[in-house]
């Protein structure tokens, strides 16, 4: 495709769950990977932007998964930028297996942010780049995802402490690590059945280095909800998966 940019990754042993297949957070940092190095082609990354006091933001993501890749195994990933409005930029992602056949498509979406004041930052502030608009994946983000029903019976509750680990090259807690302390919250007898088929995650607000989070989950149907939130309360994070039987 046109504007595009195209790798492969071998799905690592620390990339692989119990079961040998790709986790969601190893997933998740996959297309982070792309996505950054597509950004450097456009003239768009880190390293352009950190002189303007600018960065990017996941806002929001959503992955259908047709076949997780298992340990061992050469992921075909493509990425490309399908639009952008006034605040947000949306970036597409298509990944198949060795012989062509497909594993997963995502479809995000991307704030531009002041890092000095920690504000959303107007996209007219970066150049335009090419896109390709016509190729939007058809993955829904699903807005109405929901979250963890409070007097749910099976409701539980982890905290975590950040860890400098846990921080990225913007100061604040990478995407993925919330990814990891929502899959903190599902049963092991839940998911040792199942395999993801779908996740959806949406990043309200940042969380700082040297913070306690609390992560509220919830098993309801074939669906595992949990929200990531600070010691006030504030919300920071959903995560949704909807699973299918392995």
């Given at each position: 495709m046109e504007n595009s940019h195209k790798t492969s990754y071998k799905v690592r042993i620390a990339d692989a769950d119990r079961f040998g297949r790709l986790k969601a957070p190893a997933l998740l940092q996959m297309l982070q990977e792309i996505a950054t190095e597509h950004a450097e082609i456009l003239g768009v990354a880190y390293n352009d932007l950190k002189p303007k006091n600018l960065g990017w933001a996941l806002s929001k993501i959503a992955v259908e998964i047709e076949r997780t890749p298992r340990w061992g195994e050469r992921v075909r990933l493509e990425t490309w930028a399908s639009d952008r409005d006034r605040i947000a930029t949306y970036r597409e992602f298509a990944a198949t297996d060795a012989d062509g056949k497909p594993l997963f498509t995502a479809r995000s979406q991307w704030l531009l942010f002041d890092v000095l004041a920690r504000r959303i930052a107007k996209l007219?502030?970066?150049?335009?780049?090419?896109?390709?608009?016509?190729?939007?994946?058809?993955?829904?983000?699903?807005?109405?995802f929901g979250k963890?029903?409070?007097?749910?019976?099976?409701?539980?509750?982890?905290?975590?402490?950040?860890?400098?680990?846990?921080?990225?090259?913007?100061?604040?807690?990478?995407n993925t690590v919330f990814a990891v302390w929502a899959s903190e919250t599902v049963p092991d007898s839940f998911a040792e059945l199942r395999k993801p088929a779908k996740i959806f995650a949406s990043f309200m607000e940042e969380v700082q280095p040297k913070s306690t989070?609390?992560?509220?989950?919830?098993?309801?149907?074939?669906?595992?909800y949990a929200s990531i939130r600070s010691e006030t309360g504030r919300e920071h994070a959903r995560v949704r998966i909807d699973w299918q039987m392995a």
């Open positions: 007219d502030r970066l150049p335009d780049w090419p896109r390709n608009p016509a190729h939007a994946n058809a993955v829904s983000f699903d807005e109405k963890p029903d409070e007097s749910a019976p099976n409701l539980s509750v982890r905290k975590f402490e950040t860890l400098n680990d846990n921080i990225d090259l913007n100061g604040h807690v990478n989070v609390s992560v509220v989950g919830e098993v309801r149907g074939e669906s595992t």
